[in-house]
């Protein structure tokens, strides 16, 4: 039997947010990348999406189909505005509804995995308190994605909360249902310091995607940068990370995050982005 070839997917936010579905898809599939992860961020423009109707979700439904490109995942950085760690109640329920109806709307367009973001709180001061409500949403939000069979999946970011696959750990012992993985981030892994092959060893079991980009790792009074670092010139060891994963026998996808503001020609930086990894890949003897 043939080896899996390896599938890369591109992020929403990689191409102009002016383009229409059937656009973004297409523009998708000419770059050379096999799926889309759709973006519900903490803007009203994408949380208005939690609310589309009948109609609309057909729409993108038959978009995905002509157009020929999946949109497997959600990643959801909505909790960011509204997490499910707050000492406000209202934000909390927010956040609850955010997350049935994220769960709602993936069974109705087909989507398999729906990412969040590993913050209790983002824009309010995190205490033990906010811990044990984020701890509880968690718990409340595996419980919906299992009885509906949505993935969760959390992402490896960029604070140290969630920092390593080693710290995501400690939230799943406490979360054992198949339907609650980690979604690492190279990156994110990367410019916390973390052993990166010995981490992705460590979470294999429990990877649903790898996302790619690059980063620059904080020091002294610099905080790093944790997004919009070019391919190539941040502190990824990009080679290391394939080599390990082919090691280890991973065989899921990746997933290229990228940002259309942070270039002049996104088009061309995300088709510049696939080509990067592309070779990194071979170095590393995919």
């Known amino acids: 039997m043939p080896a899996p070839t390896v599938r890369f997917g591109l992020y929403e936010k990689a191409l102009p947010a002016s383009l229409d579905w059937s656009q973004r898809l297409t523009a998708t599939r000419e770059l050379g990348y096999e799926f889309m992860e759709m973006s519900i961020d903490e803007t009203d423009a994408r949380l208005a999406r939690l609310d589309w109707t009948r109609d609309e979700r057909r729409a993108f439904r038959f978009a995905v189909e ?3 490109v999946a949109v497997p995942s959600i990643c959801l950085s909505a909790h960011r505005r509204f997490p499910f760690g707050s000492a ?6 927010r956040a ?7 769960i709602d709307l993936s069974v109705a367009l087909g989507v398999r995995t729906v990412q969040l973001a590993g913050y209790d709180v983002y824009y309010e001061p995190s205490t033990p308190d906010t811990l044990a409500r984020f701890r509880e949403g968690l718990a409340w939000a595996a419980d919906i994605a299992s ?3 949505v993935m969760l999946a959390v992402e490896i970011m960029d604070t140290p909360l969630m920092g390593s696959i080693t710290k995501w750990l400690a939230w799943k012992r406490d979360i054992p249902t ?3 993985q980690v979604y ?8 916390w310091g973390a052993d990166v092959p010995g981490e992705l060893a460590l979470g294999l079991e429990h ?3 790898v996302h790619l980009k690059d980063t620059r790792a904080p020091s002294g009074d610099d905080p ?3 997004k919009c670092v070019s391919f190539g010139e941040g502190c990824v060891d990009f080679v290391a990370a394939f080599a390990a994963l082919k090691q280890l026998g991973y065989h899921g996808v990746f997933l290229v995050e990228m940002w259309a503001d942070a270039s002049t020609a996104p088009r061309e930086a995300a088709a510049a982005a696939r080509r990067f990894v592309l070779d990194k890949l071979q170095e590393a003897g995919w």
């Open 88 to 93: 406000d109640p209202g934000a909390r329920a």
């Open 207 to 209: 990877i649903v995607a």
């Open 147 to 149: 009885a509906a069979e």
């Open 66 to 68: 002509d157009c020929g």
């Open 96 to 102: 609850r509804e955010i997350m049935a109806k994220s």
């Open 184 to 191: 690492p981030d190279l990156g994110n892994l990367s410019a």
């Open 178 to 180: 198949p339907w609650f």
């Open 224 to 226: 790093g940068k944790f």
